[in-house]
């Protein structure tokens, strides 16, 4: 909204001032042209009346005309604001304010709409902003986008558990454990085994019975003795 304001202010100041400014323009170079003009100056005491007079004109009259245009408006502002305080130094400055009485009241007023024009600018509604503006617009655009940044590997975002809407971490694989050399039981003997689980010696054979050796046998006590 302040922007727009400012739009059509800067268009109305920029068409009056760029009238006023014409007018005198071709005042100079209607009554006379640059001879007359720097005779003019040259009576007032303004130094290098020729070169001051010929920049005024120029100044003036095809200043007028470009901020109306709205065309290179800072330039064309500062322009102008030099022009009007050569002329509030070397001609109304000790005549007091009031134009009528030769004073300092339009020059101030033309040089300092001049001056804002030079720090705000044209505005939209001008050549400026059709030239200048879109292409200043696009460059800011571009600086106020932010830098693209390519996407790195990270873990995955956590899962949302519609249960309990709580944000869950991502499973992970518990870490290993480090791998260290389990202490070997040193050897022992196997335990003997009980009686009853002993293995038993088969069993022997008997060595046969052998008959007694031939001769006497002897009697048993009472027993008669054979005859012989």
């Known amino acids: ?44 005491g303004i130094p290098m009346a020729r070169v001051a007079a010929a ?40 005549k007091g304010v009031f134009v009528s009485e030769g004073g300092f009241e339009l020059v101030g007023a033309l040089g300092s709409a001049a001056l804002l024009l ?19 617009d696009r460059r800011r655009e571009s600086e106020n986008t932010p830098a693209y940044v390519p996407p790195i590997a990270a873990e995955p975002l956590p899962r949302i558990s519609p249960a309990t ?30 009686v009853a689980e002993r293995p038993q010696p088969p069993a022997t054979e008997q060595p046969p019975a052998t008959a007694p050796p031939p001769g006497p046998r002897p009697e048993p006590p009472g027993a008669e003795p054979p005859p012989r």
């Open 1 to 44: 909204m302040r922007r727009s304001l400012y739009d059509l202010a800067a268009l109305i100041a920029r068409i009056v001032l760029g009238v006023v400014l014409i007018a005198h323009g071709w005042q100079k170079l209607s009554d006379g042209g640059l001879d007359a003009a720097a005779a003019g100056f040259t009576s007032m």
């Open 55 to 94: 920049f005024s004109i120029v100044v003036e009259f095809g200043g007028g005309i470009l901020l109306i245009l709205g065309l290179l408006t800072p330039l064309v502002g500062l322009l102008i604001a030099v022009d009007m305080l050569g002329a509030f130094i070397f001609a109304h400055m000790r």
């Open 118 to 136: 030079a720090a705000g600018g044209a505005g939209r509604i001008s050549l400026d902003h059709l030239i200048f503006g879109r292409r200043r």
């Open 165 to 194: 809407e709580q944000p869950q971490p991502p499973a992970t694989a518990p870490p290993a454990p480090p791998v260290t050399e389990q202490p070997q039981p040193p050897a022992t003997a196997p335990p003997a085994p009980s």
